[in-house]
């Protein structure tokens, strides 16, 4: 059974850079058809898409969020990765760690990670 | 990018009730639209994909239907277990995008 868990600090100081690690059970993170991906939620507000990335390479992420953020795939654990430079508050939130099905009928998550919240401030 | 508009924002019910929740895209996304579960203090649930199919051990209450702009999200006899918030997804082009979300809460 597929099952995803975030770990990383909860709390990061305004400017620095937020550090993130979701570690893959169940399915290797360099199976090729297999999209891995970032979603947050701000305390009481909806879902925000970050990106997503495969082990071919193909990356997507969020036009709002890409002059910051770096995905990357860790292969031998079988991990993968977000960071997201020069945060500020806007960006504490919940953030989940979730697999993208990709198929001719669209994009979806399944399964997600539990979830970690990350706070800055100083 | 794609804005996603639910409503309503929440809906109060009681267990047998139906209960519909609607999703509109700013623009045609043929089919592609995803509905997640979210209690509180967990992750989303895939509820529903491509609009229509049931996710592989979501009960039968639980049905998807449209397609372009508008799309519905309906429990048919609401259990005490979905009082939950609910959230599209718009599974058509980048960036993807979530609607605000509608949260089923106890009569």
């Known amino acids: 059974q597929l099952q995803l868990q975030e770990s990383g600090p909860g709390l990061v100081k305004p400017s620095e850079t937020l550090s993130l690690t979701c570690t893959v059970y169940g399915a290797s993170v360099s199976t090729i058809t297999y999209y891995w991906g970032w979603i947050r939620q701000p305390p009481g507000k909806g879902l925000e898409w970050i990106g997503s990335?495969?082990?071919?390479?193909?990356?997507h992420d969020n036009p709002s969020l890409t002059s910051r953020v770096t995905l990357s795939i860790d292969t031998s654990k079988n991990q993968f990765s977000l960071r997201l430079s020069s945060v500020t508050a806007a960006d504490t939130a919940v953030y989940y760690c979730a697999r993208r099905v990709a198929t001719t009928l669209g994009n979806w998550f399944d399964p997600w990670g539990q979830g970690t919240l990350v706070t800055v401030s100083s | 990018d794609i804005q996603m508009t639910q409503s309503p924002s929440s809906v109060s019910a009681s267990v047998g009730d139906r209960v519909i929740i609607t999703c509109r895209a700013s623009?045609?996304?043929?089919?592609?639209l995803a509905w997640y579960q979210q209690k509180p203090g967990k992750a989303p649930k895939l509820l529903i994909y491509?609009?229509?199919s049931l996710q592989s051990g979501v009960p039968s209450r639980f049905s998807g239907s449209g397609s372009g702009t508008d799309f519905t999200l309906t429990i048919s006899s609401l259990q005490p277990e979905d009082f939950a918030s609910y959230y599209c997804?718009?599974?058509?082009?980048?960036?993807?995008?979530f609607g605000g979300g509608t949260k089923v809460e106890i009569k």
């Open positions: 623009q045609g996304i043929s089919s592609w």
């Open positions: 990335m495969s082990y071919s390479g193909s990356t």
């Open positions: 491509a609009a229509s």
């Open positions: 997804q718009q599974a058509n082009s980048f960036p993807l995008t």
